[in-house]
């Protein structure tokens, strides 16, 4: 019998946060790495849209946001016409840091990927989007 795809993806997910973890372990922060780099991204990105992107709830975003915040990281920066929301902004400590946590995904993507084809891994890439496809319809 094979082991559930979720659990696979789980280990996965695990061990993909530790080596990137371990990569940038010289930083004061933990774990909220992929977000400063939505957040750079974004350009006025807005805290509902950031857990919208990280399929998280808000308040897991604001967890989130108020650690990256505290560490310095991120600014909040309240919208002109929605005084409820509020637009994220990194800060130039993480413009800073931005290119060293850019290289640690881009390291991870190149082992993980390590003996793929290039049709290989977008055969892969089909499939994940299609898995998640069918977990939203839920």
Do not use: W
Not at 118 to 129: G, H, V
């Amino acid at each position: 019998m094979n082991e559930p795809v979720e659990r696979i993806m789980g280990k996965i997910s695990k061990m993909s946060q530790d080596i990137v973890q371990g990569k940038l372990s010289h930083l004061d922060i933990d774990r909220s790495f992929y977000p400063l780099l939505l957040i750079d991204a974004g350009h006025g990105i807005t805290q509902q849209e950031l857990a919208h992107e990280l399929s998280c709830d808000k308040v897991q975003v604001v967890r989130i946001i108020d650690y990256l915040s505290s560490n310095g990281y991120v600014d909040r920066i309240p919208n002109k016409t929605d005084k409820r929301k509020y637009e994220l902004s990194v800060t130039d400590k993480a413009r800073k840091v931005i290119p060293d946590i850019k290289k640690a995904f881009d390291e991870l993507s190149a082992i993980t990927m390590k003996g793929l084809s290039t049709s290989q891994k977008n055969e892969l890439y089909a499939m994940l989007t299609l898995i998640v496809s069918n977990l939203i319809t839920l």
